[in-house]
């Protein structure tokens, strides 16, 4: 199994950045795909970004202002957000899962490991 362990959320204003890691342990031999998702309060869980080896894909409505990578092992992935609004105040959760993943088609369901979430908050 693998385990996941998320860090790097916090406060910030609007117009900030921040940037967000993920930590794999356990079984990371057969990680293919790393990504994010993430929950506001009230609303629907939403896929963030998804790298798969070396390709990163990110949402439409966050490209220009997020993007992902992966360190050199692969198993540490990171989300680094810039100009963040109020509208992005959510928890993120990691995920990481055995096959390949190209775009926003990713679900929930479709990875095999989930982190506990990191709460960010964006002030006004």
């Known amino acids: 199994q693998r385990q996941l362990v998320e860090s790097g959320g916090g406060l910030v204003q609007a117009g900030d950045s921040l940037r967000l890691s993920c930590a794999a342990s356990g079984r990371t031999f057969s990680t293919i795909s790393m990504g994010w998702f993430r929950q506001a309060p009230g609303k629907e869980r939403e896929f963030v970004a998804v790298s798969s080896w070396d390709n990163p894909y990110v949402a439409d409505s966050m490209k220009g202002r997020f993007s992902i990578s992966r360190d050199n092992t692969k198993t540490t992935v990171y989300l680094h957000m810039n100009s963040l609004k109020p509208e992005d105040t959510a928890v993120y959760y990691c995920?990481?899962?055995?096959?390949?993943?190209?775009?926003?088609?990713?679900?929930?369901?479709?990875?095999?490991?989930w982190g506990q979430g990191t709460q960010v908050t964006v002030s006004s």
């Open positions: 995920v990481a899962g055995s096959r390949p993943y190209y775009s926003g088609s990713a679900s929930w369901a479709d990875f095999d490991a």
